[in-house]
């Protein structure tokens, strides 16, 4: 989006992304809804960096979303991660791979 910076290890949101997710939820009346956030890491084994885990605790705190979990995804070269973020508590988990029944 406009005001968007992107650089190999870094990226800033401009403004605009929660005002288009609002809006894009209003339009589907409330059946979409916001679930967390992904980006990409130049790592193999991609981990959350101190700023990563700094704006996932913002946007925990302060973004307003459906129900008590929001989940935030890592993309590396060879992996891809996922952590559970709490609404409450403000701890995140990073999810395991599902093994089956």
């Not at 992304?17 to 809006?23: I, L, N, Q, R, S």
């Given at each position: 989006m406009?005001?968007d910076k992107?650089?190999r290890n870094?990226?800033?949101r401009g403004?605009g992304?929660?005002?288009?997710?609002?809006?894009y939820w209003l339009a589907?009346?409330?059946?979409?809804?916001y679930?967390?956030?992904w980006?990409?890491h130049?790592?193999l084994?991609?981990?959350?960096?101190?700023?990563?885990?700094?704006?996932?605790?913002?946007?925990?705190k302060n973004?307003v979303?459906e129900?008590?979990?929001?989940?935030?995804v890592?993309?590396?070269?060879?992996?891809?991660?996922c952590?559970e973020g709490?609404?409450?508590?403000r701890?995140?988990?990073k999810?395991?791979?599902y093994?089956?029944?």
């Open positions: 406009l005001g992107q650089k870094s990226f800033f403004e992304h929660e005002g288009f997710a609002h809006k589907s009346n409330g059946t979409c809804a679930l967390g956030s980006h990409t130049p790592a084994n991609p981990l959350p960096s101190k700023t990563d885990l700094y704006d996932w605790l913002n946007v925990l973004d979303y129900g008590n979990h929001l989940y935030f890592i993309v590396g070269i060879k992996k891809i991660h952590w709490n609404r409450h508590s701890k995140f988990v999810l395991e791979k093994t089956g029944l």
